[in-house]
C-alpha cells in the first residue's frame, strides 16, 4: 500500500513568522511531488511541484525534496492570515498520484 | 483558459436513493479523473478516463458507483443506491496527456454531497 503521512496539525503560526509542513511517503519509486493548498469549502489549488533533491523556490514557497529519506517538505515564509489552508502533500509515480491527509495551518495575526 | 467544469454544486439526497454528477474538463484535455473527498481526509481516485477509455477504476465501488466519458469530453458519474457513508465532496480534475500529471492538474469546483 502506497502511504503518504502529513501531520494533521493544526500548525499554527504568527504572521510574519516561517511554517514549515512535512510530508514522507512509502513508495521509493515515486517520481513527483506536489503540494496542494486547499481553503475550507474549496477545491484543492496546486502552488508548487518537484522531482529533483533539492530546493525549490517560488516566491514566499520553498519546496524541499530529499528522495533517499523519503520525505518532501514545504516552507512559507513571512506567512500571512491569507494562507490559513489545509496544504495537501501528493506523490505521482507510476501513473499513480496519492494524497496525504493534509496539514491545516493557521497564521495568526 | 477556462476551468474544469463541475455540477451541481450541493446535493442533498436520502439514502438509498440515486444521484448523478457532472464535470466538464478543461478543452483539450484527454485525461479526466473523478475523486472523493471525505471531510478531514485527502482526495481518492475512484476512476481515471484517458479520452473516452478507462484507465484505472481499481477504487470505484462498482457495485454502487458507475461513471462513463461519451465521445471523450465531459464526464456523469452516478451513484445508486447512495448510502450515508457517501457523504464527501466529489472532485473532478483534468489533464491535457497523463503525462501532465508530472506537473500536476487542475481541479474543478467539486459537487458536495450529503446522503441523509
Known amino acids: 500500500q502506497k502511504e503518504v503521512e502529513q501531520n494533521s496539525g493544526p500548525l499554527s503560526v504568527p504572521e510574519g513568522a516561517i511554517a514549515s509542513l512535512n510530508c514522507t511517503y512509502s513508495?521509493?519509486?515515486?517520481?513527483?511531488f506536489f503540494w496542494y493548498r486547499q481553503y475550507s469549502g474549496k477545491s484543492p489549488e496546486l502552488i508548487m511541484f518537484?522531482?529533483?533533491?533539492g530546493d525549490k523556490e517560488d516566491g514566499r514557497f520553498t519546496a524541499q525534496l530529499n528522495k533517499a529519506s523519503q520525505y518532501v517538505s514545504l516552507l512559507i515564509r513571512d506567512s500571512q492570515p491569507s494562507d490559513s489552508a489545509t496544504y495537501l502533500c501528493?506523490?505521482?509515480?507510476?501513473?499513480?498520484?496519492?494524497f496525504g491527509a493534509g496539514t491545516r495551518l493557521t497564521v495568526k495575526p | 483558459e477556462a476551468g474544469v467544469a463541475q455540477s451541481p454544486r450541493y446535493k442533498i439526497i436520502e439514502k438509498r436513493q440515486s444521484v448523478a454528477f457532472w464535470c466538464n474538463p478543461i478543452?483539450?484535455?484527454?485525461?479526466l479523473y473523478w475523486y472523493q473527498q471525505i471531510l478531514g481526509q485527502g482526495p481518492k481516485l475512484l476512476i481515471q478516463?484517458?479520452?473516452?477509455?478507462?484507465?484505472?477504476d481499481s477504487q470505484l465501488p462498482k457495485d454502487r458507483f458507475s461513471a462513463e466519458r461519451l465521445k471523450g469530453v465531459d464526464s456523469t458519474l452516478k451513484i445508486q443506491p447512495a448510502k450515508l457513508e457517501d457523504s464527501a465532496v466529489y472532485l473532478c480534475?483534468?489533464?491535457?496527456?497523463?503525462?501532465?500529471?508530472?506537473?500536476?492538474?487542475?481541479f474543478g469546483s467539486g459537487t458536495r454531497l450529503t446522503v441523509v
Open positions: 501528493a506523490v505521482w509515480g507510476n501513473n499513480d498520484m496519492r
Open positions: 513508495d521509493r519509486g515515486s517520481q513527483s
Open positions: 518537484i522531482y529533483s533533491n
Open positions: 480534475a483534468s489533464s491535457f496527456s497523463d503525462m501532465d500529471d508530472f506537473y500536476g492538474y487542475t
Open positions: 478543452s483539450g484535455h484527454a485525461t
Open positions: 478516463f484517458q479520452n473516452n477509455g478507462v484507465v484505472d
